[in-house]
């Protein structure tokens, strides 16, 4: 079980192992906003509510505009676990198939790691595709790659519970949660 960590501001910041949340609590560096109904932390000395969402005391600036390497984790999430040419997905695929990273521009034709060249892909489509231009075999993706949102590179791969959710939405708005909970 993992603790949402808020800033000062209440600007979801990341997920934290509950130990390391109760180290914040413990230490005055953070407050408990939400905690497990029922669930207590207890030590020789302290029992403390398990959190689910804590908040930091002090705010800690966070730059706006970050960028994510390009990872199979992302990558597969912002695409949806579905292959860009064929459309199936991962739970879709053949025991010795698998989900692969393609560029569309392949590397030895020039082609880069950049979000907006690299799309998900079944091995079997890549392995078809080889070091050819889409346009060349008739394969078109089925949504033009584009740069995520950072966002959705933050909280796409995590799993929130619904208590945690609610953080995500106040402060991103019911848009961008509904669209994480796509992925």
Known sequence: ?????????FEPLTMVPVRRALRLVIDGK???VEADAGRVARSERLA???PAVIRLVKFVHVPRRFRRQVTNTFLFARDGYRCQFCGR???QLRP???LTRDHLVPLSRGGTNAWTNVVTACSTCNARKGSHLPEELGMHPLHPPVEPHFVHLAWAVRRLTPTQ????????????LAELSAL
């Open 1 to 9: 079980m993992r603790c949402l960590a808020l800033n000062a501001s």
């Open 30 to 32: 953070a407050e408990i």
């Open 48 to 50: 403390i509510p398990r």
């Open 89 to 91: 997905t991962q739970s």
């Open 96 to 98: 010795r198939e698998g």
């Open 165 to 176: 959710a609610k953080y995500i939405r106040l402060f991103y708005g019911a848009e961008v």
